[in-house]
């Protein structure tokens, strides 16, 4: 099969389309034919080689961490799926990723694609979606009335963030540049913040919930629009514990969990447009195509999702 692979850390040029073989399958385990997969920026760490540490892999990598397509074979041990069935996940392991043909996925992470929604738009849910639904709803016990502040909302986890905040009934703050202002308005935020032209930390005080995506300095100064009791949970880096307790809040980092069911949640709230997948480019299943998305997504200027589509 056709995959796009790397062979060593380093730049976008280290992605090499080669022929590798189909990827094997478990029993728990189907096989997907894939139809379209997307970037997120764990892709382009990885592939620098930021998370060999954590997650050490042997070349070739296979990147790519969303998954959607139609179930060409099942495990003997699969039970809820079945050949044809269209289907998205977020996979758990890489080096057998998405940036190939077909891919094997456990049954437990799998959910069924809405039959209203495109291949592409299944496939910019499962990692930012989940990501957003797990920093929202699992760490933060989001509830209706709640102020959250979700940093840099015209990307990925953020845009997913909103909306789903937005559905628990929360009260939404941003961040971003002016150019994405009405992109932000139409996902619902309450309270848009242009970063360039004005300091957050100065604007908002005693929210409830903090979904930071950036880290650094922003993260530090996010705990000061925190109420006592508030939440912090970052996807960028690990929170200041000593801080934190300072604060009387609440902070942690959140490494994304795979889940089926949960993603299955997920696609009800697509079905039914209360959560709408946001793709902002779209780059064709090759070499040239995988590199030019690498570097805009490094270049951290995409408003929404990035595609790539397969077939």
Same mark, same amino acid.
């Given at each position: ?28 385990q ?10 997120n920026?764990?892709d ?10 954590? !997650? ?5 990598? #296979? ?5 959607? =397509?139609? @179930? &060409? *074979?099942?495990?003997s041990? +699969? ?23 077909y ?7 799998l ?8 291949f ?19 760490f ?51 309270k848009f ?8 930390? !100065?604007?908002?005080?005693?929210y409830? #919930? ?5 880290? =650094?300095? @922003? &993260? *530090?100064?996010?705990f000061? +629009? ?5 939440k ?80």
């Amino acid at each position: 099969m056709r995959a796009i692979v790397i062979d060593q850390y380093g730049s976008a040029n280290n992605l090499i389309e080669r022929d590798v073989p189909m990827p094997d399958m478990k029993p728990n385990q189907v096989r997907i034919e894939l139809y379209a997969t997307s970037i997120n920026p764990i892709d382009w760490k990885l592939r620098e080689g930021y998370l060999k540490e954590r !997650e050490p892999f042997a070349f070739p990598i #296979i990147l790519g961490w969303d998954a959607a =397509g139609i @179930i &060409q *074979e099942i495990g003997s041990d +699969v039970t809820n799926f079945h050949v044809g069935d269209r289907v998205f996940a977020r996979p758990a392991t890489t080096p057998n990723g998405t940036y190939a043909e077909y891919t094997a996925v456990d049954e437990n992470l799998l959910a069924k694609i809405p039959e209203n929604i495109s291949f592409e738009e299944a496939a910019v849910v499962p990692l930012a979606g989940l990501t957003a639904w797990q920093c929202l709803v699992d760490f933060s016990k989001i509830k209706a009335g709640d102020k959250v502040l979700i940093h840099a909302g015209s990307g990925g986890v953020g845009s997913f963030a909103i909306q789903i905040a937005k559905h628990f009934g929360a009260y939404v703050a941003s961040t971003a540049s002016g150019k994405n202002e009405a992109f932000l308005n139409e996902l619902g935020v309450d309270k848009f913040i242009n970063y360039k032209e004005e300091n957050f930390e !100065e604007i908002l005080k005693d929210y409830d #919930i903090v979904v930071d995506t950036m880290g =650094g300095a @922003i &993260q *530090e100064k996010s705990f000061a +629009v925190l109420k006592k009791g508030g939440k912090l949970v970052s996807i960028a880096q690990p929170p200041d514990d000593n801080l934190a307790a300072s604060k009387g809040i609440t902070a942690g980092f959140l490494w994304l969990e795979p889940d089926g069911k949960q993603l299955a949640e997920l696609g009800q709230l697509l079905e039914t447009g209360i959560v709408k997948a946001n793709i902002g480019h779209t780059f064709p299943f090759n070499q040239d195509g995988l590199r030019l998305a690498h570097e805009l997504s490094e270049s951290h200027h995409a408003k929404g999702k990035i595609v790539i589509k397969i077939k």
